[in-house]
Nanobody
Framework: QVRLVGSGGGLVQAGGSLRLSCVSSGLTSRSYAMAWFRQTPGKERELVSRISGSGGISGYSDSVKGRFTISRDNAKNTVSLQIDVLKHEDTADYYC????????????????WGQGTQVTVSS
């Protein structure tokens, strides 16, 4: 069966960095665009970044552009999110997702959702 497992979250001081990873199994990596979403209680789920199946196209929300970098290694069935210059507003649960359509990620839907990993930014 398909499974996505996110990891790498933790407690980090503002200005620090984290690298989140998502390892997939049960699917052909190149056939799926991947994305990272984040959610905080009381707020709507936010699309942070997305990357095409081949890794040739990527995008970021305005709030993270310049600080976050998405990448993937299909040979290792892994998509990563490098987070630099962490801010308090980055605190959230982060979820990776797989979707057949790179365009449809913008609608907030996905074919598969991964295990969330918590990022907490301290003072």
């Amino acid at each position: 069966q398909v499974r996505l497992v996110g990891s790498g979250g933790g407690l980090v001081q503002a200005g620090g960095s984290l690298r989140l990873s998502c390892v997939s199994s049960g699917l052909t990596s190149r056939s799926y665009a991947m994305a990272w979403f984040r959610q905080t209680p009381g707020k709507e789920r936010e699309l942070v970044s997305r990357i095409s199946g081949s890794g040739g196209i990527s995008g970021y929300s305005d709030s993270v552009k310049g600080r976050f970098t998405i990448s993937r290694d299909n040979a290792k069935n892994t998509v990563s999110l490098q987070i630099d210059v962490l801010k308090h507003e980055d605190t959230a649960d982060y979820y990776c997702a797989a979707v057949r359509s790179y365009q449809n990620i913008l609608e907030g839907s996905a074919d598969y959702w991964g295990q969330g990993t918590q990022v907490t930014v301290s003072s």
